[in-house]
Nanobody
Framework: QMQVVESGGGWVQPGGSLKLSCTASGRIFSSYDMGWFRQAPGKQRELVARIRSTRRTEYVDSVKDRFTISRDNARNTVYLQMNSLKPDDTATYYC?????????WGQGTQVTVST
């Protein structure tokens, strides 16, 4: 079963940028739908962005035009480029992989947006 590991979180001022990476193990990464979720304290986990195996993408409305999800199948990696960050983007960000009935979650990486 595929395992995923996130990296790239940290602290940034409002208006700044961060790029998250999620690297996966496994031989059929290209067949997986990959997603980024986030969970803020006291809130439910929500889907931020997803990129299908077909490379079709989808975003939650609150990050459209600010975040970009992409994948490099040769590197078994999915990225989340986050621009124009806002304090409301503060959360733990989780990478998610899904293929048919199989799914895997990363351990999460913290993103903090504050002055």
């Amino acid at each position: 079963q595929m395992q995923v590991v996130e990296s790239g979180g940290g602290w940034v001022q409002p208006g700044g940028s961060l790029k998250l990476s999620c690297t996966a193990s496994g031989r059929i990464f290209s067949s997986y739908d990959m997603g980024w979720f986030r969970q803020a304290p006291g809130k439910q986990r929500e889907l931020v962005a997803r990129i299908r195996s077909t490379r079709r993408t989808e975003y939650v409305d609150s990050v459209k035009d600010r975040f970009t999800i992409s994948r490099d199948n040769a590197r078994n990696t999915v990225y989340l480029q986050m621009n124009s960050l806002k304090p409301d983007d503060t959360a733990t960000y989780y990478c998610h992989a899904r293929f048919r009935e199989y799914e895997s979650w990363g351990q999460g990486t913290q993103v903090t947006v504050s002055t």
